[in-house]
């Protein structure tokens, strides 16, 4: 049986990925409305994983993600307005790849002030269940 604050802090993730998943994931009215209603350690989490989508789908490489997962493969390290992420993985077509960056965003964790990435290995489907992925 989870506590209670774990499942919140789930729905509460659940609701952010949902809005990271609209099509135009640029940081716009709704997101941004999304993104305040969730605790700071969350909100700086769920904006950094928009900010590694844009920037993926952005620069020069043949990757269009939809989904970013900071914790998928280690848990990300929280200091201040920071967070480095060793352990990411990002979905596209259908595939997850292996992730790390790192991110620092202003106080209030909403605008990412620094932002860097490197894009690993493909994650095989067999190792999907171990790291929580999904199709």
């Known amino acids: 049986m989870m506590?209670?604050?774990v499942m919140r802090k789930l729905c509460l993730t659940a609701s952010?990925?949902?809005v990271l998943a609209s099509p135009a994931v640029a940081?716009?009215?709704r997101l941004k409305a999304g993104l305040l209603k969730l605790d700071p350690d969350t909100r700086l989490e769920q904006r950094c994983d928009a900010e590694a989508l844009e920037r993926i789908a952005r620069d020069a490489?043949?990757?269009k993600p939809d989904r970013v997962v900071a914790y998928a493969i280690k848990t990300p390290t929280l200091q201040g307005d920071?967070?480095?992420s060793p352990g990411a993985a990002f979905r596209a077509k259908g595939r997850w790849y292996r992730l790390s960056y790192t991110?620092?965003?202003a106080h209030d964790r909403m605008?990412?002030?620094s932002f860097s990435y490197?894009?690993?290995e493909r994650i095989s489907e067999d190792d999907w269940p171990k790291y929580n992925l999904w199709r």
């Open 3 to 5: 506590h209670l604050p």
């Open 103 to 105: 991110c620092r965003t």
């Open 61 to 63: 490489n043949p990757y």
């Open 118 to 120: 490197k894009i690993g």
């Open 111 to 113: 605008k990412v002030l």
């Open 16 to 18: 952010a990925l949902l």
């Open 27 to 29: 940081l716009d009215a």
């Open 82 to 84: 920071a967070i480095e």
